[in-house]
């Protein structure tokens, strides 16, 4: 060692030193790569991501490879600085030389790389992956001994290195929290579908579903004249078909396909019921995605609601559904016959509106894990039925009953929360 020139063991010392932070950042930049983004751009087909993914799929001895790398060059490193040092000072120079390199290894081979490596992972996993493929296959009876080893150790502790995870699936919560900080990636109103998609679960029909005493359908014991009347005036395609009250339903008419018999002056009670379909019951605690689901497969549009008594409390849609997830269709709160605006800031509110719907409308947060409209709320907070007048905060939203229709609040003014 004492022939080789200084500036040739400086050279070398600065390869190793280069080399450490090759090993050092690359093994953060295959770390930290996004996995998802990794598989979409493998399925493009993209060279580099698909040599990170093959080495992914064996973390084991990809760390094994890295590290084998990383220990024999800051140890070469190490011994050469120590040659170094008793060159230019003796042995007193060495405790500096060592105390220098661990230095510049900490800033030049260790936190800058990997610095650089967590900013910008792809930049540096996808030609790094190359590199490693390449030397896997020079070492791998080396890196195999090592891990065979080492998997020892571990199941010594208990742990089952075949056995680690490998599925990266997200949770819902996981997803919900992706779609938040997506950003500008994904434009704002994309973002509140796929987050209501995700929310159908955690709602039932029970929650969206027309109350039982607002459902609009065919009383067959009205005289012919009325009947005629609600089809040529009916503002939805279809509708139940009962008797005397919807607990006796005969099932479900499409209102096109009473039109013809209209036209030919051939509608009759009888000639209703042979074109109704079956009536289709849903049991109030499906929850939405389900209910989706099952709409589609069974090919229907519209069911009854049902409690566990069999009793029908209400009537969902498809198109009910499709609202949570897209927002209303055809109305707006400034157009909405349930909620008038008022002058002073306040809302003149149908207390027989859906929580859910309201907050939709109004962007607002009322509670929704209670009762589903707002007369049942007034009414579970008060615990009593309320005269005219009656002030109150729910939530924070300020709210006057302003009209009472026999044991139910019908009309509230409601303000929206102080902002602060």
């Keep these: ?26 093994e953060t930049g295959l770390m930290a790569v996004n996995r998802y983004r990794l598989r979409h751009l493998a399925r493009q087909g993209h060279k580099g991501a698909q040599r990170v993914l093959r080495l992914l799929e064996r973390p084991d001895r990809l760390i094994g490879l890295i590290l084998l790398g990383n220990n024999l060059v800051n140890i070469l490193a190490s011994s050469l600085t120590t040659i170094i040092a008793l060159r230019l000072g003796g042995e007193g120079a060495i405790a500096l030389g060592a105390g220098l390199l661990t230095l510049v290894i900490l800033i030049f ?35 195999y001994l090592v891990n065979l080893l080492a998997n020892g ?12 995870e490998t599925s990266h699936a997200l949770s819902t919560e996981e997803l919900r929290t992706v779609l938040h900080e997506a950003g500008a990636l994904i434009p704002k109103r994309h973002q509140e579908m796929l987050l209501s ?19 609009v359908g065919i009383d067959l ?14 503002q939805h395609t279809r509708l139940p078909v009962y008797r005397e009250s919807i607990d006796h339903v005969e099932g479900f008419l499409h209102v096109r396909n009473a039109l013809p018999l209209l036209a030919r002056d051939e509608l009759t009670k009888e000639a209703l019921l ?8 849903i049991p109030e605690a499906t929850p939405l995605n389900t209910q989706l689901l099952n709409f589609q497969r069974q090919r229907r549009r519209i069911g009854l609601v049902v409690d566990e008594y069999g009793d029908i409390q209400g009537l969902v849609t ?20 349930e909620i008038l605006p008022q002058e002073d800031g306040g809302y003149l509110v149908d207390a027989s509106i859906n929580i859910r719907e309201l907050n939709r409308m109004l962007g607002w947060r009322l509670p929704t894990d209670g009762p589903k409209t707002l007369n049942g709320l007034i009414l579970e907070h008060l615990e009593h039925i309320p005269e005219p007048g009656t ?16 044991n139910a609040v019908k009309t509230v003014k409601i303000y929206p929360p102080a902002e602060g």
């Design 1 to 26: 060692m004492n022939e080789i020139p200084l500036a040739a063991l400086y050279g070398v010392l600065v390869l190793l030193l280069m080399l450490s932070g090759f090993f050092s950042g690359s």
């Design 109 to 143: 081979s260790e936190v800058a790389p990997k610095t650089l490596a967590a900013l910008h992972p792809e930049r540096i996993a996808f030609p790094a992956a190359f590199v490693y493929e390449q030397l896997l296959r020079v070492v791998y009876p080396v890196v």
């Design 153 to 164: 150790v571990l199941r010594l502790l208990g742990v089952r290195p075949e056995q680690t």
């Design 197 to 215: 998609i995700l929310e159908l679960e955690e709602v039932t029909v029970n929650d969206i579903m027309v109350p039982r005493g607002e459902i």
């Design 221 to 234: 014991e009205e005289d012919m004249e009325v009947i005629v009347t609600q089809l040529t005036s009916a």
């Design 274 to 281: 042979r074109i109704l379909r079956e009536p289709y019951f």
């Design 318 to 337: 498809l198109e009910d559904i499709l609202e949570e997830i897209v927002g209303e269709f055809t109305t707006s709160p400034e157009l909405s016959p």
């Design 391 to 406: 002030s109150l905060r729910i939530a924070g939203y300020p709210m006057e009953v302003v009209q009472i229709r026999g």
